[in-house]
């Protein structure tokens, strides 16, 4: 199957920072589940599939660097709550999750991030109740019915009340199961392979929910399988605080003491990092999954992805859990974190084409994944947007970055995973919205009622 794409604004992001090569006018050839060919002008030889995309801009798929995708079924609640004040009204709710509610969910939530551009998804699920079913098969289901690239963190939690923890004792594990659990999900789902849409990694929830031996031999346990390791860090002064009076240590150095810096981690939020954590993240290859709206919501401060970018510290966004972020796109965060960047560092600080590499190319790098998605190149998968521009919500706007990024989000002509259709004129084609909304609702009132 060979599709031509042309008449269009490309942007290849294909540079060490920015949007790297653009074309006013140019093409792009898709050649079953990879990139042939992207250039200027017309594409030569024959078609399957002919798009005519006048008016519109081509971009990498973005890539979703942090989130939970059961949080879908618990949006609205504590709309005004620091992260623990939040996590304690939340816990309750979250003890009822089972498979058809998580489901539900990841449904809805995909739908979303798919219909706003993202080609790749990072889940971190780390509420097993103990009576909840297979919950994280059914996310992974729903991926697969979305057809978006998953990345799927099975999180875990060892640290309930009765340990000096936030979370019920109802939804933690041992931390022999936690393990064992984790090592089960990744023999049974984790795919290697470049072309891969299921990948697994190992991520226990957050330092203050977990024990320093599951952190630690999480990290071992990951090493052993391969697979990519992720957790919360750094997202509160509360947990700082917590961190020294406990640890006598901030959490960026406890993390180094526990084995989760290094090039194969990505840690969610990454705000209160010194000058000292910093270089150190950078020194590792550290990765971080920025969640400007999530961080705006809770109040949580503004993370210093310039600083983390220049030390050498790859940076990608995050729509994180619906529950601290009821848009749930990843679409609106690349605006955010323009804007945020701006409010700490002055209007210089960050361009509009800034924010489309963090939410492409530095999202790919995050995931280990910088040789096979976040561009348009030869040669990689073919995960691509096709913005409209020509609407009036951008109608007059010169440069298609700038309307892409400070404007509206655009409506989708066409969004590729491989090569595969995700998103058609706006419709995701794996999904009945309607249905996909009504299952939600029931979700939704189901948890409800439990809590
Ligand atoms: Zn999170």
Known sequence: MRIVIENAAIATVDGESEAGTEYENGHVVVNDNVIEAVGPGKADGPADRRIDASGCLVTPGFVNTHHHLYQWATRGYAQQATLFEWLVELYPVWAGIDEPITHAAAVAGLTRLARTGCTTAADHHYVFPRDGGDVFGAMIEAARQVGIRMHAVRGSMDRGESQGGLPPDSIVESLDGALAGTAEAIDRFHDPSPDSFLRVAVGPCSPFSVSDDLMSEAAKLARDKGVRLHTHLAETLDEERQCLDEHGCTPAQLADRLGWLGDDVWLAHGIHFDDDAIARLGATGTGVAHCPTSNSRLGAGIARVQ???????????????????????????????????????????????????????????????????????????????????????????????????LGELPPLKLLLAGGSTVVEDGVCQGVDEIEAAAALTAASKRLAEYS
Not at 329 to 341: F, K, T
Not at 369 to 386: C, H, M, T, Y
Request: charged residues 20%; contains cysteine.
């Open 307 to 405: 600083d983390l970018v220049h030390a050498g510290s790859p940076v990608g966004l995050g729509a994180d859990g619906a529950a601290s972020n009821e848009d749930g796109s990843l679409g609106i965060e690349l605006r955010q974190a323009v804007y945020l960047a701006r409010l700490k560092k002055g209007p210089h600080s960050a361009t509009a084409r800034d924010g489309l590499w963090l939410a492409t190319m530095g999202g790919a790098k995050c995931l280990g994944r910088a040789n096979e998605i976040g561009s348009l190149e030869p040669g990689k998968q073919a995960d691509l947007a096709v913005w409209r521009l020509d609407t009036m919500a951008h109608a007059g706007i010169a440069d298609p970055v700038a309307a892409l990024v």
